[in-house]
């Protein structure tokens, strides 16, 4: 009886002590650029909030370690950075751990946990509104919409403006409602070059995302690779047939072009609407656009059309992979030169050393301003 006990310990003692290959999946619908997992476990970082930063492929967060003692539970969760920006569930409250059993690992030498986090950050933490010159809002078929109206707007009754179209509405004008408190300053950016005389005032109409429907709003095609996606055609229809026309009832807006624009998966979705509507938008504003999206869905299908675009990326966008260059940046690249060579009007720039967040595309946007509305 001995000896049988003996094999059994001798034998789960092997299997616990097998090295294994543990990776850490995220899915999020949260538009973040640097997401971290911090653990109980030296690999983990001993619940470091900032030290372990994942990286990303194809929109999913990704982190490897190996273990040979499988001994004992693994607790983690993810940040942004700092124990502030803590997932949280959809009501803002803390959650429990992660936990993989010891005993899951139990004679395996890889062990795959896919989690899915929308939610980070303290809802308690109270931010002043930051909105810069004069707005109105608005909800249209469960789309907030705000808008931003040029100094001149109630002084100049007989005036018509270009409008341009945003995604992502709620990062745009105002602290107290972007991602993390980072807003693009659209509007201070606005008001200082219109009162400057260096561009044409102008009509800003940002459309608010639908937090966990941002994804499927965004994109053009289901993407496989994650499951996800592929209303891209109802929410352009939405812009084109419900809220342009409503905008024209509603605001003094010129015929002197239609422009549409935004970032990361706004940006894909704007370029997206060359294909879907190529006569409609004069302007477009790819900023730092997910060209990976569907296997490079837009690098693929892209057409011409007699649209002016802007199309940018920050060099440190994503994992780096050659020469301080990252794959989002080579994407990038190649979606120019693709663009380029079928005879596109587009203008391509790259951002040294930025990211993929809203402070670098907060930096660039009077610039992206003044290229389509500077003064002649």
């Given amino acids: 009886m001995k000896k049988i006990f003996h094999l059994i310990l001798i034998f789960t003692m092997g299997l616990t002590t097998m090295a294994t290959t543990i990776e850490f999946q995220l899915k999020t619908s949260t538009d973040v650029s640097d997401v971290y997992i911090t653990g109980n476990l030296e690999q983990l970082g001993k619940w470091d909030p900032s030290k372990i930063r994942m990286k990303k492929d194809n929109g999913t ?3 490897k370690i190996s273990l040979d003692d499988c001994s004992k539970d ?14 949280k569930d959809k009501e803002f409250n803390d959650v429990p751990n992660h936990i993989i059993k010891f005993t899951e690992l139990i004679g395996k030498n890889k062990f795959v946990r896919t989690d899915e986090i ?29 808008v931003y109206l040029p100094p001149d707007y109630e002084k100049n009754l007989k005036k018509d403006y ?29 008001q200082d070059l219109i009162k400057r005389n260096v561009i044409k005032p ?36 939405f812009i084109v047939k419900r809220l342009l026309p409503y905008l024209k009832l509603k605001f003094r807006i010129s015929d002197d072009g239609l422009s549409i624009g935004g970032s990361s998966l706004g940006g894909l979705i704007s370029l997206y609407s060359m294909i879907k509507y190529p006569d409609t938008f004069k302007n477009i504003m790819a900023i730092s656009p997910s060209v990976w999206w569907d296997d490079k869905y837009i690098l693929k299908n892209i057409k011409k059309t007699s649209s002016r675009i802007w199309l940018d990326i920050g060099t440190l ?17 190649d979606l120019y030169k693709k663009m380029k060579n079928i005879g596109c009007d587009v203008f391509y720039k790259e951002y040294k050393g930025e990211r993929h967040n809203e402070s670098s595309w907060s930096k660039r946007f009077p610039e992206i301003l003044e290229f389509f509305y500077k003064r002649k």
């Fill in 61 to 63: 967060f990704f982190y």
């Fill in 202 to 237: 102008l009509i800003i109409a940002g459309i608010y995302n639908r937090g966990s429907k941002r994804m499927i709003d965004y994109t053009p095609t289901f993407d496989k690779n994650i499951d996800a996606g592929g209303k891209g055609d109802v929410y352009l229809d």
């Fill in 162 to 190: 270009p409008l341009l179209i945003m995604h992502d509405g709620q990062n745009l004008f105002d602290q107290a409602t972007a991602f993390g408190g980072n807003e693009w300053n659209c509007d201070e950016s606005a």
């Fill in 74 to 87: 693994i607790e983690y969760k993810y940040t942004l950075g700092n124990w502030n920006s803590v997932e």
């Fill in 118 to 146: 929308n939610v980070f950050g303290n809802k308690d933490k109270k931010i002043k509104s930051s909105l810069t010159g004069n707005f109105d809002s608005f909800l249209l078929f469960n789309y907030k919409i705000i």
């Fill in 317 to 333: 966008e994503g994992d780096i992979i050659k020469d301080d260059v990252s794959q989002a940046c080579l994407d990038a690249r």
